[in-house]
């Protein structure tokens, strides 16, 4: 899988939700920019993501994934 299919996939599933990925292969590593998921409890919001991600984890196009939430005023500050 590359980051792009991960990128666009994400985006058109989590609506206001801007992903950036980076890794190769099946691991990948996710920056989830996003006032709604940012104010979400920890459990809650990666339950949302692996929920979207679950066909392509159990087929094995994604093995390991590490994730990261932030509000858009945090990822702002970050660059």
Sequence with gaps: MQPTEVKSFLES???GTQVEVQGQG???QLNLISDELAGMSPVK???????Q??????????HA??????SRAAWAERS
């Design 13 to 15: 599933r989590l609506a």
């Design 26 to 28: 099946c691991d990948f």
């Design 45 to 51: 919001r990666q339950q949302l993501v692996y929920a």
């Design 53 to 62: 991600l679950n066909d392509w984890i159990v087929d094995g196009r994604i």
């Design 65 to 70: 994934i590490t994730m990261k939430f932030f």
